[in-house]
């Protein structure tokens, strides 16, 4: 199971068949200058080698290498509103 645990910033990777329990990111999986903050809904890619994760509040979604902890895309900036398109022609 994986919940968005935004108050913590954070993603926690629960496993129900045991005690184990994974929470991204962990100390030191940031790169410098990086932040990881709000997460409100996160989903496994297919074959779970990736979690997308949105932080509608930061406006920013992450996408997360399962493997390594580290964000490996990211579209739009964090703590940046986009800009909003409008579509009227």
Aim: hydrophobic share 35%; with cysteine.
């Amino acid at each position: 199971m994986l919940i968005a645990d935004r108050t913590n910033n954070r993603l926690v990777e629960v496993d129900p068949a045991g005690p184990d329990c994974l929470a991204l990111p962990a100390p030191g999986d940031l790169q410098p200058g990086q932040s990881f903050r709000m997460p409100d809904d996160a989903f496994y890619a297919p074959r779970r080698r990736t979690i997308n994760a949105t932080q509608e509040d930061d406006y920013a979604i992450s996408v997360i290498d399962v493997h390594n902890a580290q964000i490996v895309c990211r579209y739009g900036h964090p703590g940046i509103p986009g800009e909003v398109q409008s579509a009227v022609r």
